[in-house]
């Protein structure tokens, strides 16, 4: 009986039902005409997170690092408890050296992921830069010293230190920094401290 049902030619379908189909698909046709086209990173109430996260993504790829930080702070502005898109955002404005505008978003960055190392140097990097060697020293001293970020802190704030006029305990930190086996390393920047 299963070969008989194969055996039996298909119908050939009736001009009204072809006829339906083709309306159908022209009907199809012209409404995907008249809906008026919209920018993937929107939607009808403004900039959608993910729209701006991808479209920064893809302008930091082209190494478009100013198209990519606006991408990403829309996208941080779309989702501001999205440590993510914070990061991106500050991390975008830092390459495309927009330094105050990724200080501020450092800042707001922190109050969401205060272990955010980068985040932390570049405003210490910004205060030592203002001569507010005090507020770096305190920004620093949250860094440990067993991540690059941290060594990098640490040397940071030993300068920071030389700045406010303790040389003694910004060599004390290179000192200690070097017991870590970096002392040939930090050999240049003890003989510069020493020199200021």
């Given at each position: 009986m299963f070969l008989a049902i194969l055996a039996v030619p298909p119908e050939k379908?009736?001009?009204?039902?072809?006829?339906?189909?083709l309306l159908s698909a022209s009907l199809?046709?012209?409404?995907?005409a008249l809906v008026p086209a919209t920018d993937a990173t929107t939607s009808?109430?403004?900039?959608?997170?993910?729209?701006?996260f991808l479209a920064g993504q893809e302008a930091l790829n082209d190494l478009r690092t100013a198209e990519a930080a606006n991408f990403f702070v829309a996208a941080s502005e779309a989702d501001p408890d999205n440590p993510l898109l914070a990061d991106r955002a500050f991390f975008a404005q830092a390459a495309?050296?927009?330094i105050l505008a990724a200080?501020?978003?450092?800042?707001?960055?922190?109050?969401?992921?205060p272990e955010n190392e980068l985040a932390r140097?570049?405003?210490?990097?910004?205060?030592?830069?203002?001569?507010?060697?005090?507020?770096?020293?305190?920004?620093l001293e949250k860094l440990g010293t067993d991540t690059f970020g941290g060594i990098t802190g640490s040397i940071l704030r030993a300068w920071a230190l030389i700045g406010a006029d303790r040389a003694d305990e910004g060599l004390a930190v290179i000192d200690e920094l070097g017991k870590d086996g970096l002392e040939e390393f930090l050999?240049?920047?003890?003989?510069l401290m020493l020199d200021v």
């Open positions: 379908p009736e001009p009204v039902t072809r006829f339906a189909r199809l046709v012209l409404a995907a009808r109430n403004g900039p959608t997170a993910t729209g701006s495309d050296g927009q200080a501020s978003t450092a800042n707001r960055l922190l109050q969401i992921d140097l570049l405003i210490a990097t910004d205060q030592v830069k203002e001569r507010r060697y005090s507020a770096a020293v305190t920004e050999v240049f920047h003890k003989a």
